[in-house]
């Protein structure tokens, strides 16, 4: 059902290339000055024996004791080994479900991530990622954009909407750079014409939504369009509760009708701001498809058993009354393309390719400023890390101080 729906959303990808050759050396990809490692690895070096560190910290566990954010640092620091990288997974997830677990570093979540990448282990990231609160892993901008990029860089483009998803979900679209990743990577997926679930469509159209909302222009505008179609389709066929639950999104029915009022804001506007041609195909496919499905569940009302019984007790009478409105919807629809074609503010360029373009236009440009600031936060994250140490070494030199206090103390007391 979905691939016929997104049918017309990617037709346009499948045509002749219509971006420049300079496009073709793929410049959209994050550069190799962004995905290097110098910067990383040019930090003062902790060097430390796993074995050795997974005996410590066993030990600690066993005597129900608190291990510190800095002995797990250490240990995703000093991975140097796919292997390891299952080990300090477990050590992770021990540390999340210990009495320390809000001081996980945010160092070590970047750390995690490079270490993952680097060692083959990117499906990893992934499932701590996706599974973030079970292992702790919220990772900032950055560290999102080199996951994200990745997997765009191989073509696995349903893998990295899924890290756009988390995105999302912790709404880190601050950075441009991750605004044009995330779009990149979710009009390339759409292009794959992919057949999508109904929770999966609820969190493209989220991620589509949101990431969109950070756009003004005609990519952000069609985003927006089909984040709220992909909703609405949500909305129409399982009632708002299966839309908003879990995610950052505007907890009021009427997800179609804001698509229509993206499409209003646009024939309104003054400029240049467009709608991509397929963007607008997909809601005209998307309001004929629920309409006859909508229908063909009317005339089978009084033929229902369970399993039309349990879908109505998700959908109430606001859902109902949302789905009444379809007709309106569909006549809206058409007087707004109306509009749109004679004022010729429709794009016939695909939403991949606007997507595209803009990345090639602006990247570079966010990506300076990525890194200036990357480089300060290294810089930042290594004096906290400094701090801790001579905080540990003080409380140890404390530790053993009172130690040799209780001993000088009990041969005292002994030779009395």
């Keep these: 059902m979905a691939s016929s729906v997104l049918k017309r959303c990617v037709t346009a990808a499948v045509k002749v290339n219509r971006l420049s050759s300079s496009f073709s050396a793929r410049r959209w990809l994050l550069s190799a000055a962004y995905t290097d490692t110098k910067v990383w690895e040019a930090k003062e070096k ?6 050795e560190l997974a005996a410590s910290m066993e030990r600690i566990y066993e005597r129900n004791l608190p291990v510190s954010s800095l002995t797990v640092s250490r240990f995703v620091d000093n991975i140097s080994s796919r292997e390891e990288i299952d080990q300090a997974e477990y050590y992770l997830y021990k540390f999340r479900h210990s009495p320390n677990c809000w001081y996980l570093r945010d160092w070590t979540v970047h750390s995690w991530i490079r270490q993952c990448l680097k060692y083959g282990a990117r499906e990893k990231a992934l499932y701590t990622l996706k599974n973030k609160v079970q292992y702790g892993i919220f990772p900032d901008d950055f560290t999102f ?11 696995d ?3 990295a909407c899924s890290v756009v998803e988390e995105v999302m979900l912790q709404e880190a679209f601050n950075l441009p750079s991750t605004q044009f990743l995330s779009l990149y990577a979710l009009g390339s997926y759409l292009a794959t014409r992919p057949q999508l679930t109904l929770s999966e469509e609820r969190a493209l159209g989220a991620s589509l939504l949101i990431c969109g909302l950070t756009q003004g222009n005609t990519v952000g505008l069609s985003a927006q369009l089909l984040g709220n179609a992909l909703l609405g389709k949500v909305e129409i066929l399982e009632g708002i509760h299966a839309v908003f639950r879990g995610m950052p999104l505007y907890w009021a ?5 804001r698509a229509l009022d993206v499409i209003e804001r646009v024939a309104a506007a003054s400029g240049d701001v467009k709608l991509s041609k397929d963007a607008l195909d997909y809601m005209s496919e998307l309001l004929q498809e629920l309409s006859s499905t909508t229908d063909s569940d009317t005339s089978g009302e009084e033929s229902g058993g369970e399993e039309e019984e349990r879908k109505e007790d998700t ?14 919807y569909a006549s809206r629809f058409k007087e707004l393309i109306s ?7 429709v794009d016939s360029a695909s939403f991949q390719d606007l997507v595209s373009a803009m990345a090639q236009q602006n990247l570079a440009a966010a990506e300076k400023l990525d890194l200036e600031q990357y480089k300060s936060r290294v810089q930042a994250w290594e004096a906290e890390k400094k701090q801790l ?3 540990e070494k003080e409380m140890r030199e ?15 007391a002994q030779q009395a």
């Design 46 to 51: 902790d060097h430390q024996n796993l074995a």
């Design 339 to 345: 509009q749109l074609e004679s004022q010729g503010k």
């Design 157 to 159: 483009f349903k893998n």
């Design 398 to 412: 404390k530790a053993e101080q009172e130690r040799q206090e209780r001993l000088a103390a009990k041969a005292a």
């Design 315 to 328: 959908v109430d009478e606001d859902d109902q009354a949302e789905r009444a409105k379809l007709p309106q």
């Design 145 to 155: 954009n080199l996951l994200i990029d990745a997997y765009i860089k191989d073509g």
């Design 389 to 391: 140490i001579r905080r």
């Design 253 to 257: 029915h009427g997800y179609l009708g």
